[in-house]
């Protein structure tokens, strides 16, 4: 990229921060935080405000089969397109940046390359995808999902207040009988982007600015259920007890030591139900839901491997049934190697501090991941906070990420070949 395209490629502050007050003024009412959730009567005007945002940054707009808003502006030869874009609903009380950022940050990337006159070889789409966040149907990444063939038509059915999924998709304007088929193939798209605040505290506590980001780590996550005996707590003696709770305490303290150990995983036991939960009666039953994530989908698996062998040996030894109750997965998604250095590249011109760092979060980009190559690009969150109301991150590093996607789109560009390759 020449020196005179990076110094003209500046975002427009007052654009951004303008744009990002007035999708945060709708939201849902009597709802904490700034509450947009699909499909809401908030995020379907939500939808309406940025079809005419879009529009009015000179782009063309429509709405695929899974209701993904997208705009386009034209590249001058006949390659696929590359996709920029986030999705703009949040969880209840949620913030003002996760997602919207890369939504409205891709819009105001389109804006500046028109006003830096840069012609892009690659078409450039700008998407909104539907509904990332997991909603009351069950399902999260809804439009990214359909997009690579991960949408099963059954969920069309799932209702919610008596609307089903297939109702509401049809309200934001797509066609769900369409959707038993990946909408696109691979090689339909050129790659992706999506920059994003990091939710996270990693950058905000190095110092650094700016993160490429590798990959979106995989989970591993199941429900145990350990069935005891429920029994006075002051008249059974310590060897005779069958206590739930007390082998659950060693399964969630053996989940914490393997993942200490484990620099390249995490793993939490968030969820936890004791019966009958009396000071006075040994505890029976408890429930508890345990997952573990990482970038390595063989660490993923031993990881798990040695939990479950550490749960059953300690369900025997207290004379404890142990049962998984139900085991989801979901497999790592590796950027391409190529594209993680053109993003890291790219970031340290703007940050020189710039990291590599994987999501320890879910994203559209471990589905769009699935159709072309696929980076992300991170943000400071302050606090690492995320998910509520106090989610920030600072004018300057908005405008910051916004800028490392313009350049990395330009980069992107000149870097693919007719094949789609990187270079
Ligand atoms: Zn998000």
């Excluded at 995983?265 to 505890?283: D, K, M």
Aim: glycine residues 10%; negative net charge.
């Amino acid at each position: 990229m020449s020196a005179e395209i990076m110094r003209a490629l500046q975002p427009d502050q007052q654009r951004l921060l303008q744009a990002i007050n007035d999708l945060a003024n709708i939201v849902e009412p009597d709802t904490p935080g700034w509450t947009r959730r699909f499909p809401s009567g908030a995020y379907l005007r939500g939808r309406e405000w940025l079809r005419t945002r879009m529009q009015n940054a000179g782009l063309s707009t429509r709405i695929d089969a899974a209701g993904n808003l997208l705009a386009e502006r034209a590249g001058s030869a006949d390659l696929p397109p590359i996709l920029i874009g986030s999705h703009t609903d949040t969880v209840l009380g949620g913030g003002r940046y996760d997602g919207i950022l890369g939504v409205l940050g891709a819009i105001e990337v389109a804006q500046c390359l028109d006003e830096a006159g840069v012609t892009l070889r690659h078409p450039l789409i700008v998407a909104d995808f539907l509904a990332e966040e997991a909603n009351d149907y069950g399902i999260s990444c809804v439009g990214s999902r359909a997009l690579a063939g991960n949408f099963k038509p059954e969920w069309l059915d799932r209702t919610l207040n008596g609307l089903t999924l297939a109702d509401a998709i049809r309200a934001v304007g797509g066609t769900p009988e369409a959707l038993g088929t990946p909408l696109a193939s691979k090689g339909a798209v050129a790659a992706c982007l999506e920059l994003h605040i990091e939710q996270g505290p990693v950058l905000d506590q190095r110092g650094k600015l700016l993160a490429a980001v590798n990959g979106i780590v995989g989970i591993q996550r199941g429900t145990l259920v350990l069935q005891g005996q429920p029994d006075h707590a002051g008249t059974t003696p310590m060897e005779l007890r069958r206590d739930a709770l007390a082998t659950a305490a060693v399964i969630i303290s053996t989940l914490e030591a393997l993942c200490r150990d484990e620099p390249q995983a995490v793993g939490t036991v968030g969820r936890l139900e004791v019966s009958p939960n009396q000071s006075n009666v040994i505890p029976g039953t408890v429930t508890l839901t345990a997952e573990i994530r990482s970038l390595d989908a063989e660490i993923l698996e031993h990881t798990w491997q040695a939990l479950w062998e550490a749960a059953t040996a300690a369900a025997q030894q207290r004379g404890v049934a142990l049962e998984l109750l139900a085991l989801t997965s979901t497999p790592p998604a590796l950027a391409e190697r190529w594209l993680v250095d053109l993003v890291h590249q790219v970031c340290r011109r703007l940050d020189d501090g710039a990291i590599v760092l994987p999501s320890g979060a879910g994203h559209d980009s471990s589905q769009l991941a699935q159709l072309a190559p696929t980076a992300m690009i991170f943000v400071p969150s302050i606090g690492g906070r995320s998910h509520c109301p106090e989610e920030a991150t600072t004018p300057e590093h908005l405008v910051l990420g916004v800028a490392a996607l313009a350049h990395a789109v330009v980069a992107v560009d000149q870097a693919l070949d007719a094949e789609g390759h990187g270079q």
